[in-house]
């Protein structure tokens, strides 16, 4: 069966300092692969999906950017955090475009 | 563009009572709609979805949704809540167009009462 691994669970870090998430899929190649990220009292807001190796499309300008170096493998970086930067990041994956996404467990993300 | 409106941002009820989520969408043409469930500190769990064929749909945990297209409605029902449900819900349009992106409506907390 197909599995989803997103880490670290939690993570604090000093404004201006540099961010990597990584997210990684098992039991499945070739997946569509996207970052969200979710706001307090606010819904899910999708910041980048990637049909491919190296296919990366971003929805929203942003101090972030995505990469995916392997088939199953999708990472979530910044050179310098700002504090609207924090939240709660979430990893999806799906098997095709019509098919629904299936989410990871989330990194916590604090800003100080 | 689609857009998702979920109608109240808490829902309360008691356990054992019927539980309806209301979710409206807005899109050029109908869209795939799913129901996401979120726990405390986790990522979404599918409860069910809709694609094609039968407009009323099962999904996990004993909750159903029914796609009315005139109405442009996929709300979520449950006839007995148990505390267990106790979460925030999500409803999500994908335009069969799109690369299977999604649009999530602002989520739904449910606070059951025993």
């Known amino acids: 069966s197909q599995t989803i691994h997103q880490w670290p669970a939690t993570l604090v870090q000093p404004v201006g300092s540099p961010l990597s998430l990584e997210c990684t899929v098992e039991?499945?190649?070739?997946?569509?692969l996207y970052w969200y990220r979710q706001a307090a009292g606010r819904g899910l807001q999708l910041l980048f999906y990637s049909v491919g190796i190296g296919q990366i499309s971003s929805e929203v300008p942003q101090n972030l950017s995505a990469s995916r170096p392997q088939d199953r493998q999708f990472i979530l970086s910044s050179k310098k955090l700002l504090l609207s930067d924090s939240g709660f990041y979430l990893c999806?994956?799906?098997?095709?475009?019509?098919?629904?996404?299936?989410f990871g467990d989330g990194t916590r993300l604090s800003i100080l | 563009a689609q857009s998702v409106t979920q109608l109240g941002s808490h829902v309360s009820v008691s356990e054992g009572a019927l539980v309806l989520l209301r979710c409206n969408y807005s899109?050029?043409?109908?869209?795939?709609l799913f129901w996401y469930v979120q726990y405390p500190n986790q990522g979404l769990q599918l409860l069910l979805k809709y694609t094609t064929g039968a407009t009323l749909v099962k999904g996990i945990n004993g909750f159903e949704a029914e796609f009315k297209k005139s109405e442009t409605s996929f709300h979520l029902t449950k006839p007995s809540a148990h505390m267990s449900d106790a979460a925030e819900y999500f409803c999500a349009v994908m335009p069969v167009t799109s690369y299977g992106k999604l649009t999530f409506g602002q989520g739904t907390i449910l606070t059951v009462h025993p």
């Open positions: 999806a994956w799906s098997n095709s475009v019509n098919q629904p996404q299936h």
């Open positions: 899109s050029s043409v109908p869209p795939y």
């Open positions: 039991g499945t190649s070739n997946p569509n």
